[in-house]
């Protein structure tokens, strides 16, 4: 089949490419990702592709790059899941603004709910957290309060990532529609950090609403070769899945792993306390015994000296 595959970067290509071609696909790769933040990540992970594609005999094409599209969409919805939580908190368990928008509202069509969450979300991005919270860094710039980036209800996540898999997707279908594909398929049905069901859903309406076939496939036993291959290949391998909000989860799980190692290490340095406290009473008593043996011992050399210099 004359096959566009939307790919999201390098190291997910792999295996998936591999699989497909040897499926009989005949491959073009789509490079569709306006989740990725910042700009710079967007370029590298592109150059890291189209090096490799070049390389292995895959065309590479490039969808539009527009942020602005994928922060109105899953932007929105993860933005008003942070703050959410941080109403909650500040209000001590009073609900949020925008749980409205629990129930897969992911296309923005909801003008009222929207700019609620505008509101909201522009309360949290300022300089200032609500109830003193601490703001919270990623290495790209990102910001919001670590408590809330990582208290967020797994079924939020879903949602926005649905909503940043269907932008893709639906860029991926229309372009495969357009240029006389017959079906569309992803790569990010290797990596078993992503919803692979929802990949599926997103994958089989994209192409059914263009008209052209789905060509899902859950890649995930995969993955772990795809690890392998693309360390050796040196590519480069990012640490978040792409958009600024993952940026700042991928580093709160860090920040979070690093102060639980070093609270396990203060644990166990406290559980052993006693152990060495004893060790050094141990040791001191042996060293004090040691000395009063040694005087006892000078002593009886300095009486025995006495005595033979007395016998001369
Ligand atoms: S975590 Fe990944 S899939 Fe989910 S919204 Fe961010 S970039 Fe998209």
Same mark, same amino acid.
């Given at each position: ?154 079924? %939020?996540? !879903?949602? +926005?990532?649905? /909503?940043?898999?269907?932008? *893709? ?6 372009? &495969? =529609? @357009? ?77 979070? %792993?690093? !102060?639980? +190692?070093?609270? /396990?290490?203060?644990?166990? *340095? ?6 060495? &406290? =004893? @060790? ?33």
């Amino acid at each position: 089949m004359k096959l566009l595959l939307h790919a999201c970067c390098g190291p997910c290509s792999l295996e998936p490419t591999r699989l497909l071609k040897a499926a009989g696909h005949d491959i073009t790769i789509y490079y569709a990702n306006s989740n990725i933040h910042p700009a710079e990540e967007y370029e590298h992970r592109l150059a890291t592709l189209r090096a490799w594609a070049a390389d292995a005999g895959f065309e590479v094409l490039e969808g539009p790059y527009d942020p602005a599209t994928w922060e109105a969409c899953a932007g929105r919805i993860g933005d008003a899941a942070i703050a959410e939580i941080e109403q909650a908190r500040a209000k001590a368990g009073v609900k949020g603004e925008c749980a409205g928008e629990r129930e897969g509202e992911i296309d923005g069509t909801n003008e009222a709910s929207s700019n609620r969450c505008k509101t909201v979300t522009d309360t949290n991005h300022g300089a200032s957290a609500p109830d003193g919270a601490s703001l919270f860094a990623s290495a790209t710039g990102s910001v919001a309060p670590r408590a809330a980036v990582l208290s967020v209800d797994p079924a %939020r996540r !879903e949602a +926005r990532c649905r /909503a940043c898999y269907r932008l *893709r997707l639906e860029e991926t279908a229309r372009v &495969a =529609a @357009e240029r006389g594909f017959e079906g569309i398929g992803t790569t990010l049905s290797v990596s078993p950090y992503q919803y692979t069901q929802v990949i599926r859903e997103e994958v089989e309406r994209a192409a059914t609403q263009a008209g052209v076939a789905p060509v899902f496939e859950d890649f995930r036993p995969y993955y772990d070769e795809a690890t392998r291959e693309s360390r050796e290949l040196g590519m480069y391998r990012q640490n978040f899945c792409g958009c600024r909000i993952s940026d700042l989860e991928a580093a709160a799980e860090r920040a979070e %792993r690093k !102060e639980q +190692r070093a609270a /396990a290490k203060a644990a166990e *340095r406290a559980a052993h306390a006693d152990e060495r &406290a =004893a @060790e050094e009473a141990a040791r001191a008593a042996h060293k004090a015994e040691r000395a009063a043996y040694d005087k006892k011992q000078a002593r009886k050399r300095a009486i025995l000296k006495a005595l033979r210099e007395q016998g001369k």
